[in-house]
């Protein structure tokens, strides 16, 4: 009977690719830019939220996906 065979191999880890999304969206105002001196925050966090929900990224910027595990992921887990 042979020993069975021993692998050295290190244990697989799996980087979790962050894309970059460019909002180029011809509903977002041209003339709106946040300028904390019009006190115009509300509309332009509006709009962004408006943005982010129709991009899919409202769960990720809530905080309700899990964190990536920093043993499996480090960058992802850093990011």
């Known amino acids: 009977m042979m020993p069975a065979a021993s692998h ?3 244990a697989t880890t799996y980087d ?3 894309t970059e999304r460019f909002m180029a969206d011809p509903s977002w ?3 709106l830019h946040l300028n904390l001196s019009k006190s115009n925050w ?3 966090s ?3 939220k408006v943005q982010c929900d129709n991009l899919g990224f409202m769960k990720w910027l809530k ?3 899990p ?3 920093a043993a499996l992921h480090p ?3 850093d990011i």
């Open 8 to 10: 050295s191999n290190p």
């Open 67 to 69: 964190q990536p595990d």
């Open 16 to 18: 979790i690719t962050i």
């Open 46 to 48: 509006f709009q962004l």
């Open 29 to 31: 105002p041209a003339n």
């Open 75 to 77: 960058k992802a887990h």
């Open 42 to 44: 509300k509309e332009w």
């Open 63 to 65: 905080g309700l996906l």
